[in-house]
């Protein structure tokens, strides 16, 4: 079946079976080798990846239902970045977006409305961007220096969680290509002071991940971090 | 701790993979795309023992898509073990690769590899079989019974020690006479301790991808701990010489022993070369869960004599070891319980006994602490009892007891890794500071419970005057039992998916329409609920304090030997090749920070390759805790080697008349003397002469390729050792004990390790707090179980439930250290040590609480709570006397 998926700041098609988990598509089709597997049962969070600005787990999901919809995987933060640091289009978004309190998802119909219009792709190009490796996220920065990686095979999917936190909290915006859909549902008003999460909310958002090698301390450690990070910086 | 300058060991250098990790780069076995790459997937024996009558794979072979069908019928019988160890392994050659006759329920029936991985589980599904279930056995205490069924009988199996009695393995070891040591005791102490079926859980499973080269050669990219190992042991059973074998060892997701064995490497393997196509086979979860390996459960009886003033007289161990199935590890993880837990405390006499059996159950094989987490249990837990008995403080009781600097441990010369060992004299040892810093730090003096005893005299819940406190309890108990849902009988858990399912903060995450995300927060506001209940409102929550010692090795004395090779680059950089095996641990990056160490450059110019069996030298690979400790040493010695080369250029280049070295700024080179090598010191990627002058290493490294004397700077060495020097660990954890429902939280957990000097404290912390959360699942909530049929019930994360990031107690971690002279840079090991001593210090706790003994792990509510009601029975009954 013929699939239309906002990944990574491309409007990609594909055509797969039907039966085709999101976790294959991300993988063999799309070629994003950062999304692991654990367990393919949705208990383990080394597939989880962003739709539409929630997080969930790519091998529980059929390729079907992202149809239309905008996946972000690790290898899409350096464009997550670029459009932090005002390069991607989101300050043009419509203002009547602009709902507090994070109830602000898009229907699907407004997804569907606007399938064709990606615009702008030079919003993250890659030229500027030559190599991740010169351009971590605060948050990778963070897993990196505090420590927060052994073996690494958890670690995009709890990235990823970290960043929908993020999101949730109103630390970060996550970008969009599609004109009209909001991905990040809190925007706050001007003046209102955003908060880091707390340890516990990050340890509850980091649960779905699984690790087995660094009882969490550090990647809880990493993840408060580049909050601070992200707060100070505004 | 000695006062020494370290430049780049000592140091939290940040892991060199660790960049590429976070940007989820594809380092991974499975990261790879190979044209015509077909998928192999295993049919597992769903019987506990049973014979092959017939097996029909027409159907199955022609099915469109299948390649290729591998059953006992077509493979040829070689005996071997599939434990990776040096060679000649010490497990017995017990397995084939497929066999007529199935032992436990995931034993191997056939392979099928196709295009795709839907065609070959079509096809398994195709695969006709008939079997003559033959009768099993699931408990080891009846192994060697008569009518007990014999797994191993057949004549080609070699090294098994009794085919007649079920024994895999067997050990007996002596030291001085334990009977005269009972003789001589004022108090003889007898307990039994019992350890269960757990598994390593690395979140990357098991995962080999192989191919042919352009050459005719079998390329086995795997996800192992022991490279060299899979290559010399597939070699006999897919008929290929070592020559025409290379194992590429990439990034790998955690191993924890599981992938010290050639779990899937032969097979995978064997499609290739009947194939010639590549292959890829990975092991699911519930494949994992039961069909990978385990740690051994073991029964374990201990018995003590020591005088009134607490000095010991004598030990007597005697384990019973569950192998499952097959041999794997038996042998040597039985004598690593001995060898570790005697050695701790000065016994002057001990016997040690140990059996390694086999039942029809999973097989049991290498998971970190190898076999040390059982017998620590053990010991931990009896020394424990020993003092209550002796009216001595536990912590006392073992300070005054354990080997200290310059002392023998003389277990270890009788008792080696399945032979006899090596003379060991303790030249470092930090377990008296490990005890204070812990001990401080949980408040051993204050927050041990004085009297366990209190929570039975103490008012019930029920009975408070206060309504509105009595409301609010039962509802925190309501919420008490979901949160911990993963410290309830795990038994019940499982028949009950359903309720599990809203437990489990991973199942609402996969429903992106699902608007009320809120489910997660639900473990949270718990914990400070109750514990503003703990105090002056009931002694249903009692908490208690209780801490273990133990020891590790730092890897196998006169055994393992590891290798690394070192050359420079001319703009100063340098290539280091290490056989050995980073699977997580953090390894490359400790060897960076040794290699800029010893040549005086920093470990961003160490450009670290490691495991490949054609590129790199040999080494045993990633277990025994031997990385730092042995490969350490390796890589110092060639990167010593490459120094003095450096120097003897350097000195070259100094010279004032035939040098090229620039002179300082107002010298005449008159003036100027040549140095020797001897004053000349690398630093900073330079070479520095006494009197301030200085070449650096790209000017070294170009004139040696390019212009004089021309050579390749480089270094190899190899490093073996026969002295394994032990880390020591102190570990401290607080409870909190529901004496109305038996469930045991865990508030803090204090670890204190000797491991020598931390070459990276950062990335030792994270072996400590990696294996805390192990062992906390070890202790409380992780546990293999089956029904009559020796099915295993728990085949998903749903339900083998490991830690998680909200259920984790409150965590510290010291690192004590202390100068090991044969260690480089004074290192010895960390990975293994910190998993030991978390059960018993919880166990201990949970007696200091409560006053409950629990001799058989894992802890879990209902024998908390059994252990609490007869307390109750024994109370009141006392009372009516
Ligand atoms: S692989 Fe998707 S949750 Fe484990
Ligand atoms: S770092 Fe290995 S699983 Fe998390």
Redesign the pocket.
């Known amino acids: 079946m013929k699939l239309s998926v906002a990944l990574n700041a491309e409007q990609r098609e594909f055509d797969v079976p039907a039966n085709t988990t999101l976790l294959s598509l991300l993988r063999e089709e799309a070629g994003c080798f950062s999304v692991k597997h654990g367990c393919e049962t949705g208990d383990c969070g080394a597939c989880a990846v962003i739709v539409d600005g929630r997080i969930v787990n790519a091998c529980i999901l059929l390729a079907a239902q992202v149809d239309e919809r905008e996946v972000i995987t690790v290898e899409g933060i350096p464009w997550v970045m670029a459009s932090m640091s005002g390069a991607a289009q989101h300050n043009e978004l419509p203002e009547a977006s602009d709902v507090e309190g994070g109830a602000g998802h898009n229907s699907s119909d407004s997804n569907a409305a606007s399938k064709s219009s990606f615009q702008n792709p030079e919003a993250f190009s890659r030229e500027e961007h030559p190599s991740t490796y010169e351009l971590l996220h605060p948050l990778q920065q963070a897993f990196v220096d505090a420590h927060a990686?052994?073996?690494?095979?958890?670690?995009p999917g709890m990235i990823l969680s970290s960043l929908a936190l993020f999101a949730e909290k109103g630390l970060i915006e996550l970008p969009s290509i599609k004109r009209k859909t909001r991905v990040t549902p809190v925007r706050r008003k001007p003046g209102i002071k955003k908060l880091p999460p707390s340890e516990q909310e990050v340890r509850e958002a980091l649960a779905g991940n699984l690790?087995?090698?660094?009882g969490y301390l550090k990647p809880v450690e990493a993840v408060l971090r580049a909050a601070e990070e992200l707060v100070s910086e505004g | 701790m000695p006062t020494r300058e370290f430049k780049s060991v000592h140091q939290n250098t940040r892991r060199v993979d660790s960049v590429k990790l976070a940007s989820g780069k594809g380092t991974f076995v499975d990261d790879i795309k190979m044209d015509g790459l077909i998928h192999a997937k295993i049919l597992h024996s769903p019987h506990a023992h049973a014979r092959i009558k017939r097996i029909d794979v027409q159907e199955a072979e022609r099915l469109r898509g299948v390649r290729c069908v591998l059953t006992y019928l077509n493979i040829p019988r070689v005996p071997y073990t599939t434990a990776g160890q040096g060679w000649p392994e010490p497990s017995p050659y017990d397995t084939v690769m497929f066999d007529s006759v199935v032992r436990f329920v995931g034993d191997r029936v056939a392979c099928v590899a196709a295009d795709s991985e839907e065609i070959a589980e079509r096809a398994l599904d195709l695969i006709g079989v008939d079997y003559e279930i033959l009768p099993a056995n699931f408990d080891p205490r009846k192994a060697s019974d008569s009518g007990i069924p014999r797994l191993h009988l057949e004549p080609d199996k070699r090294g098994i020690h009794s085919p007649q009695r079920n024994i895999a393995a067997h050990v007996l070891a002596d030291v001085g006479d334990a009977e005269r040591g009972f003789a001589e005791a004022e108090l003889v102490h007898e307990g039994e301790y019992t350890v269960h079926y757990v598994q390593q859980a690395s979140?990357e499973p098991h995962i080999t991808i192989t191919w042919m080269d352009e050459d005719g050669r079998l390329m086995v990219r795997t996800s192992t701990q022991v490279p060299f190992h899979v290559r010399r042991i597939i070699a006999p059973l897919i008929g290929l010489p070592v020559q025409k074998i290379r194992v590429i060892k990439p990034r790998i997701?955690?191993g924890f022993g599981g992938k010290q064995e050639i779990l899937i490497e032969d097979l995978c393997a064997m499609v290739t070369v009947r194939t010639g196509r590549p292959c890829r086979l990975e092991y699911t979860r519930a494949e994992e869960l039961h069909a990978a390996r385990t740690r051994h459960p073991q029964i374990v009886r201990m018995k003590t004599g020591v005088r009134k003033d607490g000095t010991l007289t004598a030990i007597s161990m005697d384990i019973l070891e569950n192998t499952g199935a097959y041999g794997t590890h038996a042998l040597t993880v039985q004598c690593v319980s001995g060898s570790r837990a005697l050695s701790l405390y000065r016994f002057p006499n001990i016997h040690f006994e140990a059996n390694a059996v086999y039942t029809n159950l999973p097989v049991a094989g290498a998971f970190r602490g190898y076999g040390s987490p059982q017998g620590f249990f053990a010991l931990d837990s009896h020394m424990d009892e020993l003092a209550e008995k002796l009216g001595l403080d536990p912590l006392e009781f073992r300070r005054r007891n354990h080997v200290r600097e310059g002392e023998p441990t003389p277990i270890a010369e009788v008792l080696g890794e399945g032979r006899e060992g090596y003379k060991q004299v303790i030249q470092s040892c930090g377990l008296d500071e490990c005890i204070e810093r812990g001990a401080k730090e949980i408040g051993w003096k204050t927050h041990r419970n004085p009297d366990p005893r209190a929570w039975i005299l103490g008012p019930r819940v029920s009975d408070s005057s206060n309504a509105g406190i009595s409301d609010l309890k039962s509802e925190i108990s309501e919420k008490d039992r979901d949160s911990n849902s993963k410290q309830t009988n795990l038994k019940s858990e499982i028949s009950d998916k359903d309720s599990d399912a809203k437990l489990k903060p991973t199942n609402l995450r996969s429903e992106i329409t699902d608007k009320d995300s809120d489910a997660r927060s639900k473990p949270s506001t718990l914990k400070s609920e109750i514990s503003d209940l703990k105090f002056g409102v009931s002694r249903r929550l009692c908490r208690g304090v209780g801490m273990s010692c133990t020891m590790q090795a730092s890897g196998i004395p006169g055994v393992d030997m590891g290798a690394a090779w070192i050359k420079m680059n001319e703009d100063g950089s340098f290539n280091l090749k290490v056989g050995a095996t980073d699977i997580?641990t953090g390894a490359d990056t400790m060897f960076a920070q040794v290699a800029a160490e010893t040549l005086g450059t920093s470990p961003d110019k160490i450009i670290v390759y490691s495991s490949d069996t054609d590129m790199t030298p040999f080494d045993p690979g990633a277990y025994a805790s031997s990385t730092t400790y042995i490969s350490g040493n390796a890589v110092k010695k060639a990167c010593e080697q490459a120094r003095e080369q450096i120097l003897e250029v350097a000195e070259e280049m100094l010279d004032p008349i035939k040098g090229t070295a620039a002179h300082p700024a107002g010298k005449e080179s008159s003036t100027i003397t040549r140095p020797d090598t001897k004053d000349l010191v690398v630093h900073n990627g330079k070479v520095c002469a006494p009197d301030g002058r200085f070449v650096t290493f790209d000017q070294v490294c170009l004139r040696s390729l390019y212009q004089e004397h021309q050579f390749q700077i480089q270094g190899h060495a190899s490093h073996m050792s026969y002295d394994s020097p032990p880390p020591f660990c102190a570990q401290f954890a607080e409870v909190e004990v529901d004496a109305e429902t038996g469930i045991v939280r865990v508030l803090r957990l204090i670890t204190a390790v000797d491991c020598g000097v931390a070459i990276n404290p950062k990335m030792a912390e994270g072996q400590i707090e990696g294996a805390v959360a192990q062992a906390l699942g070890y202790a409380l909530t992780e546990q293999m179980v089956f029904d009559e049929k020796g099915r295993p019930l728990n085949l998903s994360f749903k339900d083998y439930n490991i830690y998680t990031a909200v259920d984790m107690p409150e965590l510290k971690s010291f690192l004590v250290e202390t100068y090991e002279p044969t260690g480089p840079y004074g290192a010895k090991a960390i990975a293994e040590i910190p998993i030991n001593g978390v059960a018993p210090a919880i166990a201990n706790a949970v007696y200091n609480a409560v006053g409950v003994r629990i001799r058989d792990l894992p802890i879990t509510p209902e024998k908390v709570l059994n252990g609490l009601k007869s307390l109750q029975l024994s109370q009141s009954s006392a009372a009516q006397v």
């Open positions: 990686i052994q073996c690494g095979y958890c670690t690790c087995r090698c660094t | 979140i997701g955690g997580g």
